[in-house]
């Protein structure tokens, strides 16, 4: 997404590598609106009414199909395991309401993974070459 300007963007957990990152990336591309939610922060009212949604809480179904609109986008960076399996922070039932979900596992993950690689190797590159 270019710009965000007609946008209601929300970003559920504040970690460092996650919450703060997205918050930085919808201010400098001009969310309409931003709210940054700590998990049972009154998420629901706020998702609801989301264009974007961002989850990096690590607490399995914490987003149910219920809580979110057709329209939305939902980024599901939560990880964490139930009864030996591996779950996001969207109950997998979002996927049939929103317009687009993350798998979790395999979605965001391995992409964040590769980038973070991609990154130390472009840093590490530059400062050998200096």
């Not at 939610?37 to 990096?56: F, H, M, P, Q």
Request: aromatic letters at 6%; a positive charge.
């Amino acid at each position: 997404l270019a710009e965000l300007d007609k946008k209601v963007v929300v970003a559920v957990g504040q970690g460092m590598v996650i919450g703060k990152q997205v918050n930085r990336w919808a201010i400098r591309k001009g969310a309409m609106e931003l709210h940054s939610l700590r998990e049972g922060s009154n998420v629901e009212r706020y998702i609801r009414k989301a264009d974007i949604i961002v989850l990096g809480v690590g607490k399995a179904g914490l987003i149910t199909s219920e809580m979110v609109n057709g329209s939305a986008v939902v980024f599901d960076f939560g990880y964490s395991r139930e009864n030996g399996k591996v779950r996001g922070d969207a109950d997998p039932a979002v996927a049939h309401v929103a317009r687009l979900l993350t798998p979790v596992p395999g979605g965001l993950g391995p992409l964040a993974v590769t980038m973070l690689f991609w990154n130390v190797a472009r840093i590490a590159g530059v400062k050998l070459k200096n």
